[in-house]
């Protein structure tokens, strides 16, 4: 199992920014190199039967990823600027929206005290 975490850690290690920077693409004179928020997380177990009325062995593990598509670095006639995308932007951004107004609502109910 230890060697698997090893081989998951390299691969990722090697992916790095690749996984968050797409590869540009040339499009009538206009470059596009996409952006996106990228996560990772994995999980592994090993267990072995303890009790004497029971035998048992185990393994396990899991993993997953994301990515949401957040925008473009667009380069035009020699100027480069982000261009996002406003829908990924709104559901990655909602939840901070949230978490920000419960924040400030408890801050002004206790200056209120």
């Given amino acids: 199992m ?5 081989q998951l850690a ?3 290690t090697q992916v790095g920014v690749h996984s968050a920077y ?5 499009v009538d004179g206009t470059t596009i190199m996409p952006v996106a928020c990228t996560s990772y ?3 592994a177990a090993e267990g072995a039967g303890d009790d004497s009325t ?10 997953g990823g994301m990515a949401v598509p957040v925008g473009a670095y667009v380069t035009r006639d020699g100027v480069t600027r982000f261009e996002p995308n406003i829908i990924a ?3 990655v ?4 929206v949230w978490v920000a107004g419960r924040a400030l ?3 002004i109910k206790a200056l209120k005290r």
């Fill in 2 to 6: 230890a060697q698997l975490t090893k």
């Fill in 10 to 12: 390299d691969t990722l």
């Fill in 54 to 63: 029971a035998q048992g062995e185990g393994s396990g593990g899991g993993g």
């Fill in 89 to 91: 932007l709104l559901v």
């Fill in 22 to 26: 797409g590869a540009p693409v040339e």
């Fill in 105 to 107: 609502a408890r801050v």
């Fill in 93 to 96: 951004g909602a939840p901070f």
């Fill in 41 to 43: 997380g994995f999980g």
